[in-house]
């Protein structure tokens, strides 16, 4: 079972995020294509650099969402540990899972092994929904940065989005 | 012309209310040693990212001018940085990048701003104007008419590497404390 993307922008707006960066994967084309339609995405060059924008927003009074494949966890790791983790400066990390259950190319399958690992040592609390646990899961996302001021994580499996 | 010689000239300039986003190293410790504003955010960590998080606060909130204290250091970490400020085109956005053409926090290694320009770097990414200074009187006479531009403007100031050690103490403020005051200066509840 898929998650349409329209819904789940709608979820996200719901749920109080209201600024979106980040760099492409394409497990979230959809997703990324709906927000362009609404002209709420600023792409970046780098997520780590997207995650400096957000972290601007987040003063600014926005409550923002970085997207980013895995790939990109890797150049992000030092935005946020001495930015948003040092600082309290909360952003929802949309992750998408490349390498998922070593099964993908083979760039993918080092960081698709580690990636539970890596958020749990980053202490970056994330969930990896199932399109009937999703509505729930960006409202878990919302509390928990509320109440954290840290950085979460969504997890997007391979053909979760339609 | 040091660091702190041109933070002396610039600081005391800066119009009230502005947000003034400092680049780690030495530029943050010279900007609070100069002047201390809660809306004044120091990196301590994060190196390059000191444009993005500006163009964040900038978009954020268009009609509040926003400053970016920035080093060669910096700008040449993160040169993607400048052509996404170029490309939003954000018209609240003001990027000043001091250079030494030397890490100086870590012990004044040589960067290569001596044979890149990053002020043709900013020009040829967008910005809507660029300058360069390289004298103390040349910034003086820049910094009114610069602090008024419609962004995104990039000056860029040649200084000296400063006698050795640190320009000023270190932030007093905790980072989750600079997150929380520089909020609530922008009228954000933090």
Not at chain 1, 23 to 43: M, N, Q
Not at chain 1, 71 to 87: I, K, Q, R, T
Request: a neutral charge.
């Amino acid at each position: 079972m898929t998650y349409a993307p329209d819904r789940f922008v709608d979820h996200l707006l719901g749920a109080g995020f209201d600024f979106f960066t980040g760099v492409p994967c394409s497990l979230v084309k959809t997703v990324l294509a709906e927000l362009e339609r609404r002209e709420l995405y600023l792409g970046d060059t780098r997520e780590d650099a997207a995650l400096g924008v957000a972290a601007g927003a987040y003063l600014g009074g926005r409550t923002p969402v970085v997207i980013m494949q895995n790939s990109g966890l890797g150049v992000s790791l030092n935005a946020l540990g001495s930015l948003h983790l040092l600082y309290q400066i909360p952003a929802l990390l949309l992750v998408t899972w490349r390498g998922f259950e070593g099964k993908d190319a083979p760039e993918h399958l080092v960081m698709g092994d580690v990636l539970p690992r890596l958020l749990d040592l980053f202490g970056i609390p994330f969930r990896a929904p199932l399109a009937e646990t999703m509505d729930a899961d960006v409202r878990w996302a919302g509390a928990t940065l509320r109440e954290s001021r840290r950085p979460v994580a969504i997890v997007v499996r391979p053909g979760l989005f339609e | 012309m040091t660091l702190t010689d041109a933070l002396a000239t610039l600081a005391p300039a800066i119009p009230e209310g502005t947000v003034c986003i400092h680049a780690n190293g030495y530029i943050g410790r010279a900007g609070c040693a100069a002047r201390d504003r809660d809306e004044n955010f120091y990196m301590i960590g994060s190196m390059g990212l000191a444009g993005s998080i500006g163009v964040g606060v900038a978009l954020a909130q268009p009609r509040r001018r926003v400053l970016v204290l920035d080093g060669d250091g910096n700008v040449l970490m993160n040169l993607g940085g400048l052509a996404t400020i170029a490309a939003r085109k954000p018209a609240n956005l003001l990027h000043v990048c001091f250079d030494n053409s030397a890490h100086a926090s870590t012990g004044a290694q040589p960067t290569i701003s001596g044979s890149v320009r990053l002020d043709e770097i900013a020009r040829a990414a967008g910005y809507r104007w660029v300058g360069r200074v390289e004298t103390p009187e040349a910034l003086a006479a820049e910094v009114p008419a610069f602090l008024a531009r419609e962004g995104p403007a990039f000056l860029l100031v040649r200084i000296a590497l400063g006698p050795p050690g640190p320009p000023g103490p270190r932030i007093p403020w905790s980072p989750e404390e600079m997150t929380g005051r520089v909020r609530r200066a922008l009228g954000v509840a933090r």
